[in-house]
Structures are given as C-alpha cells and as structure tokens.
C-alpha cells in the first residue's frame, strides 16, 4: 500500500533548528509526516529496527555529539535497506570541504540551514517536492548544493 504523506526524518541535535524544522512543515501546505532526532546514535537505532518506517526524505546536521552526520551517512549508504532514502545534508557549514566530502560519500544534496523562518519554509518546500528518481540520475556538483 501507497503512503499518503511524504515521511520526513530530521537529525540534528539543535532544538531550536527541530522546533524550527517542524514549525515550517506544519505551515506548509504539503502532507508530510516529521520525525526528528536529536543525534545519530538515536537515528540509526530508529532506522535499524526492522520495523521502522523509513524516511522518504533524511535531512541529516553533520555536526552532532555521539555520531556525526558523516558516520551515520557512511552507515546508512553500505546498507541496501536505505537505498531508496533521499539524502538532503544540513548542515550550518559551506565549507566546501563539507559539501565535498559529503558529495562523494553518496548525498543526494546539500543545504546550507537558511537563517529566516520563510526561507526555511521555501528549501524545505523545494527539498521535498523535488523528484530524487530523476535528480539523482544527473547528479553532478553543480546540481547538488542547494543555493538559496
């Protein structure tokens, strides 16, 4: 059977980027299921129960205390049970290191947290209603940063 929403994962250990990110949903007029984490140990023990829903969209913070945004990226992409996961790194860096790294580590974009509310709302808005299926097909570096 068909999900009716489109299931959001955030995890980022920020509560005020959580508070953020679930208040921008909630005002979008897209049918979205939102569940956030305050780090990777606690996402990848979600994501590794057998009966967990998994993401349609995982918005990933690469800084986070226990596990960081780039072990849980690296364990999620050696297991084929993600596969269908889109990948939106967010993160506060643009180092470009970062959005290099995470390029070639196998995510499907990278978005610079927008510092306003309405911005917040558009990235996630555009994020979301992208289709992976044909973006990923093209993916090159010049299509993977996401510029606001």
Not at 42 to 56: F, G, I, R
Not at 101 to 116: C, H, Q, V, W
């Amino acid at each position: 059977m068909e999900k009716e929403y489109i299931h959001i994962i955030l995890a980022d250990d920020d509560e005020d980027d959580r508070l953020f990110f679930t208040d921008a949903f909630e005002e979008l007029k897209i049918n979205t299921k939102v569940n956030t984490f305050n780090d990777g140990v606690e996402l990848m023990n979600y994501l590794n129960q057998p009966d967990a829903v998994l993401p349609n969209v995982l918005f990933l913070d690469l800084n986070m205390p226990r596990k960081n945004g780039f072990e849980c990226l690296d364990e999620i992409k050696k297991d084929n049970r993600f596969d269908d996961i889109a990948i939106a790194i967010f993160s506060t860096s643009s180092s470009e290191e970062h959005v290099e790294e995470t390029f070639i580590r196998g995510a499907n974009i990278y978005i610079k947290k927008p510092s306003d509310f309405s911005t917040l709302k558009k990235v996630l808005s555009d994020v979301v209603t992208i289709n992976w299926q044909y973006h990923t097909s093209g993916l090159n570096k010049d299509n993977f940063l996401l510029k606001i």
